[in-house]
T-cell receptor
Framework: RKEVEQDPGPFNVPEGATVAFNCTYSNSASQSFFWYRQDCRKEPKLLMS???SGNEDGRFTAQLNRASQYISLLIRDSKLSDSATYLC?????????????FGTGTLLAVQP | NAGVMQNPRHLVRRRGQEARLRCSPMKGHSHVYWYRQLPEEGLKFMVYLQKENIIDESGMPKERFSAEFPKEGPSILRIQQVVRGDSAAYFC??????????????FGPGTRLTVT
């Protein structure tokens, strides 16, 4: 079983649509959770951290369910510029390491 | 306010040569991480360093790969006797002291290594 699993997509949606990505992680000791976005042949960019209470940043809402080991990202009113690969990322677990474990990403293509 | 800097951005090496990849963390960040992204794959952790210390190298291949973060200067990822399978994008990330959480890491633009 992969440590972080995501639906690879692609998700093809029209501008203005709402799209949701889901992610599951296998290590119950993971303590920190993130969504990054990666444009083609570019570096990952931090989109948002994910907190247990859920958090929102503009059109983006992230949710975390520790009991189910499940993370989600909701994008409302999609823009063409949202087209990218969205990476679900968790830390490995307790201890001194800050190792990030990446999912393979979900590709989003927003169509005009 | 410069972000994480990496150089070179592109590096071509013949099989058997050495590759040296450099990373300067964001100002105020004392933690450096190296990740590798093979073609069509996700990012994989390689090593985590603080100044003059390797904290976690569990993702480093056992041979040919080494990393350092000296007291002065950038962090260096060194690959000796490169092989075609080393062709990948190598990303460096940095974070501030982890007195708080979460451990947000910010990535540099990467070095694309091509081994011919």
């Amino acid at each position: 079983r992969k440590e972080v699993e995501q639906d690879p997509g692609p998700f093809n949606v029209p501008e203005g649509a709402t799209v949701a990505f889901n992610c599951t992680y296998s290590n119950s000791a993971s303590q920190s959770f993130f969504w990054y976005r990666q444009d083609c042949r570019k570096e990952p960019k931090l989109l948002m951290s994910v907190y247990s209470s859920g958090n929102e940043d503009g059109r983006f809402t992230a949710q975390l369910n520790r009991a189910s080991q499940y993370i989600s990202l909701l994008i409302r009113d999609s823009k063409l510029s949202d087209s990218a690969t969205y990476l679900c990322v968790v830390t490995e677990g307790g201890g001194a390491t800050n190792k990030l474990i990446f999912g393979t990403g979900t590709l989003l293509a927003v169509q005009p | 306010n410069a972000g994480v800097m990496q150089n070179p951005r592109h590096l071509v090496r013949r099989r058997g040569q050495e590759a040296r990849l450099r990373c300067s963390p964001m100002k105020g960040h004392s933690h450096v991480y190296w990740y590798r992204q093979l073609p069509e794959e996700g990012l994989k952790f390689m090593v985590y360093l603080q100044k003059e210390n390797i904290i976690d190298e569990s993702g480093m291949p056992k041979e040919r790969f080494s990393a350092e973060f000296p007291k002065e200067g950038p962090s260096i990822l060194r690959i000796q006797q490169v092989v075609r399978g080393d062709s990948a994008a190598y990303f460096c990330a940095s974070s501030p002291k982890t007195s708080g959480s979460p451990y947000e890491q910010y990535f540099g633009p990467g070095t694309r290594l091509t081994v011919t």
